[in-house]
C-alpha cells in the first residue's frame, strides 16, 4: 500500500539535495580564508585562526584570485601546502565535534522511528541544517571566533544530518515499492538527486564568482524552511489500519514482541532491541546460506564507506597545484560528473540487467570501476585528465544504492527497519570518523605525498570487490542447487505454480531465474516440494 506520493518524495529529494550542495561550499571558504592570510602569516603556529582576518567581504570574495596566487606560487608551494594543512586540521576538528553525537543519534533515533513516526524524525536533521546555516551567517555578519563551527556541526550531530534522513526516506522508498521494481527505484531517485545536485553545483560555482556566499547560505536556510513545510503537509505517518494489516507477520516471532514493551520499560526494549538486530545476522538464528549473505553483503559496504570517505579531502587536491581550481572550474567539474553519473549509472544499470546480471553482479563490477577511477585521478597532471575520468566514475557507486535492495530479499518484512537502522548506523559511524581521520592523513601527507588518499580509496575498493565476488559465487552455487533436473521438474511441480519476483534481479526481459532457497524463505519451504516456486 502506498503511503507517500511519489511526488512528494521526489519534492523533498530535490529541496534538500540543494541544500546539502549549498552546505559543501564552505570547504572552499576555509581555503580560501587560508590562503590569503598566508603571506601576513609565515611565522604563524598551526594554532592559526580565522578570527582575524574573516570580515564579511571575505565571504564574496571569490576563489578566482585565490587560483592565480597558487599559479603564482606554484614554484615553491609553499602557501597552497600550508592552506591546505591547515583547512584540513580544521575540517578533522569540525568531523570530530559531530561524529560522536551523530552516531548516538542516529541509533537512537533509528530505533524509535516507529514510536516517534517517520514525519518527526524526517524533520529534525532539516532543523539542524537550519540551525548550521543560521549559526554559519552569525559567524559572517558577527565575526564569531572558530569554536562556533564547532558548536554548528555538534547541532547537526545531535540532530542526526543526512543519515537519519536517508534512513526514513528508505524505509518510506521501500514500503511504497514492491521487489519487482524496488532496485530501479533506487537507482532513479539516486540518478534524479545526482542531477539536481550537477544543475545546483553547476549554477553555484559561478554565483560564487558573482555575488559570493552569503545569498547562497539565506536561500539554503529558505529552503530548508520549506522543506519543513513540505514533510508537515504530504508526509503522513502510517495509520493504524496499515499497521494492523501488518501485524500477523509478527505474532510468528517472539522477538518482535519488543515493539509492543511498555513506555516503563524503554531501556529494556532498546537492549532487546540491539539484541534482535545481532540475532539477525547471528548463525544460530538463520540459515547458513542467509547469515553468511548478509555478512558478505555487510562488510562489502563497509569498505566502500571507507573508499567513499577518503574522497573527503578531494577538494583541496583540486585546488593545489597542479591543476589550481576556482570556484567556477570545481562547480563545473562537479555538474559535470553529476550529470553524468545521473545519466550513464541508469544506462549501465539497465545494459546490465538486459544481459542478467542481479545486483551483486552488477555491485562486483562497480568496485572494478571505482579502483580505475581512483587511480586514473591519482595519476593525472592536467585538468583535461580529470575530465576524461569522467566516463568511468558513473559506474563506480552502484553499492551505494543496491546495498538494501539486495539486503531486503534476505530479511522478512519486520527485520527491515532494525536492519536498515544497522546500515544507517554504520553508515555515520564509518563516513563521519572516515571523513575526519582522511582530512588529517591528508594534512599529514599532502607535502610528499599528495595522491595517497586516492591510492587507499583503491585498496579499500579491491576488498569489496572480492567480498562481492564471494557473495555471487556462493549465491550462484546454491542457485544451481536448487535447480531441479529436467525429469524431476515435469513430475514434481505442481499445476498451480506460484510466481514471484526477485528484487535481486532487475530483469526487463521474461526470462526466469532461480535464487537460493534463503531469497523464498519468506514464502517457501525446503521441506514441502509442493510450495516451489518460480522466481522471475
Given at each position: 500500500?502506498?503511503?507517500?506520493?511519489?511526488?512528494?518524495?521526489?519534492?523533498?529529494?530535490?529541496?534538500?539535495?540543494?541544500?546539502?550542495?549549498?552546505?559543501?561550499?564552505?570547504?572552499?571558504?576555509?581555503?580560501?580564508?587560508?590562503?590569503?592570510?598566508?603571506?601576513?602569516?609565515?611565522?604563524?603556529?598551526?594554532?592559526?585562526?580565522?578570527?582575524?582576518?574573516?570580515?564579511?567581504?571575505?565571504?564574496?570574495?571569490?576563489?578566482?584570485?585565490?587560483?592565480?596566487?597558487?599559479?603564482?606560487?606554484?614554484?615553491?608551494?609553499?602557501?597552497?601546502?600550508?592552506?591546505?594543512?591547515?583547512?584540513?586540521?580544521?575540517?578533522?576538528?569540525?568531523?570530530?565535534?559531530?561524529?560522536?553525537?551523530?552516531?548516538?543519534?542516529?541509533?537512537?533515533?533509528?530505533?524509535?522511528?516507529?514510536?516517534?513516526?517517520?514525519?518527526?524524525?524526517?524533520?529534525?536533521?532539516?532543523?539542524?541544517?537550519?540551525?548550521?546555516?543560521?549559526?554559519?551567517?552569525?559567524?559572517?555578519?558577527?565575526?564569531?571566533?572558530?569554536?562556533?563551527?564547532?558548536?554548528?556541526?555538534?547541532?547537526?550531530?545531535?540532530?542526526?544530518?543526512?543519515?537519519?534522513?536517508?534512513?526514513?526516506?528508505?524505509?518510506?522508498?521501500?514500503?511504497?515499492?514492491?521487489?519487482?521494481?524496488?532496485?530501479?527505484?533506487?537507482?532513479?531517485?539516486?540518478?534524479?538527486?545526482?542531477?539536481?545536485?550537477?544543475?545546483?553545483?553547476?549554477?553555484?560555482?559561478?554565483?560564487?564568482?558573482?555575488?559570493?556566499?552569503?545569498?547562497?547560505?539565506?536561500?539554503?536556510?529558505?529552503?530548508?524552511?520549506?522543506?519543513?513545510?513540505?514533510?508537515?503537509?504530504?508526509?503522513?505517518?502510517?495509520?493504524?489500519?496499515?499497521?494492523?494489516?501488518?501485524?500477523?507477520?509478527?505474532?510468528?516471532?517472539?522477538?518482535?514482541?519488543?515493539?509492543?514493551?511498555?513506555?516503563?520499560?524503554?531501556?529494556?526494549?532498546?537492549?532487546?532491541?540491539?539484541?534482535?538486530i545481532f540475532r539477525i545476522f547471528s548463525f544460530k538464528n538463520n540459515s547458513r546460506q542467509k547469515s553468511i549473505n548478509l555478512h558478505l553483503t555487510f562488510f562489502a559496504y563497509i569498505f566502500y564507506l571507507l573508499a567513499y570517505s577518503t574522497y573527503a579531502a578531494f577538494i583541496w587536491y583540486l585546488l593545489d597545484t597542479p591543476f589550481c581550481w576556482s570556484s567556477e572550474n570545481i562547480g563545473t567539474y562537479t555538474a559535470l560528473s553529476s550529470i553524468s553519473s545521473a545519466i550513464f549509472s541508469v544506462l549501465g544499470m539497465k545494459l546490465l540487467s538486459r544481459f542478467g546480471a542481479n545486483d551483486i553482479l552488477v555491485c562486483t563490477l562497480s568496485h572494478l570501476f571505482f579502483t580505475a577511477s581512483s587511480l586514473w585521478i591519482a595519476f593525472s597532471k592536467y585538468s583535461w585528465q580529470l575530465y576524461a575520468g569522467l566516463l568511468i566514475s558513473p559506474y563506480a557507486d552502484y553499492q551505494s544504492s543496491l546495498t538494501l535492495p539486495i539486503m531486503s530479499t534476505w530479511l522478512a518484512p519486520h527485520e527491515r527497519n532494525h536492519v536498515f537502522t544497522l546500515v544507517a548506523e554504520v553508515n555515520t559511524i564509518v563516513t563521519t570518523f572516515g571523513d575526519s581521520i582522511f582530512n588529517w592523513v591528508y594534512a599529514r601527507t599532502v607535502a610528499k605525498s599528495r595522491n595517497l588518499t586516492l591510492f587507499m580509496a583503491a585498496g579499500f575498493s579491491l576488498v569489496s570487490f572480492l567480498l562481492n565476488v564471494c557473495l555471487f559465487v556462493l549465491t550462484r552455487q546454491k542457485s544451481k542447487e536448487s535447480l531441479p533436473k529436467p525429469s524431476e521438474a515435469e513430475t514434481c511441480l505442481p499445476s498451480n505454480i506460484a510466481v514471484i519476483h526477485s528484487v535481486a534481479v532487475v530483469q526487463p526481459c521474461p526470462s526466469i531465474t532461480h535464487l537460493p532457497d534463503e531469497n523464498q524463505s519468506r514464502s517457501n519451504s525446503k521441506e514441502d516440494p509442493s510450495n516451489d516456486l518460480i522466481v522471475l
Open positions: 500500500m502506498t503511503i507517500i506520493s511519489n511526488y512528494a518524495i521526489a519534492t523533498i529529494l530535490c529541496l534538500q539535495t540543494i541544500c546539502h550542495s549549498v552546505i559543501l561550499t564552505v570547504g572552499q571558504y576555509i581555503y580560501a580564508s587560508y590562503l590569503q592570510i598566508y603571506p601576513n602569516s609565515s611565522n604563524t603556529t598551526q594554532n592559526v585562526t580565522l578570527t582575524a582576518t574573516r570580515s564579511l567581504h571575505l565571504w564574496q570574495k571569490t576563489l578566482t584570485d585565490v587560483s592565480q596566487q597558487c599559479g603564482a606560487n606554484s614554484s615553491s608551494g609553499n602557501a597552497e601546502v600550508w592552506a591546505q594543512e591547515q583547512s584540513a586540521d580544521l575540517f578533522f576538528r569540525i568531523d570530530l565535534w559531530n561524529s560522536c553525537p551523530m552516531v548516538l543519534m542516529t541509533f537512537v533515533l533509528g530505533l524509535y522511528i516507529p514510536k516517534l513516526g517517520r514525519r518527526f524524525v524526517l524533520i529534525l536533521p532539516m532543523l539542524g541544517a537550519a540551525c548550521q546555516l543560521t549559526i554559519w551567517l552569525g559567524i559572517i555578519y558577527f565575526h564569531l571566533a572558530d569554536y562556533w563551527w564547532y558548536i554548528a556541526s555538534f547541532i547537526v550531530g545531535l540532530s542526526g544530518s543526512t543519515y537519519v534522513f536517508t534512513l526514513v526516506l528508505t524505509l518510506i522508498m521501500t514500503d511504497n515499492t514492491t521487489e519487482t521494481n524496488r532496485s530501479s527505484y533506487f537507482v532513479l531517485f539516486e540518478a534524479l538527486a545526482t542531477t539536481v545536485s550537477a544543475i545546483v553545483t553547476f549554477g553555484i560555482g559561478y554565483y560564487i564568482n558573482w555575488r559570493g556566499f552569503t545569498d547562497l547560505y539565506w536561500i539554503s536556510l529558505g529552503l530548508e524552511i520549506v522543506s519543513i513545510g513540505v514533510v508537515i503537509l504530504f508526509f503522513k505517518n502510517p495509520t493504524p489500519s496499515t499497521i494492523d494489516e501488518r501485524t500477523p507477520l509478527l505474532n510468528n516471532n517472539a522477538d518482535i514482541q519488543v515493539q509492543n514493551a511498555c513506555p516503563s520499560s524503554s531501556l529494556k526494549a532498546s537492549c532487546q532491541n540491539c539484541v534482535f
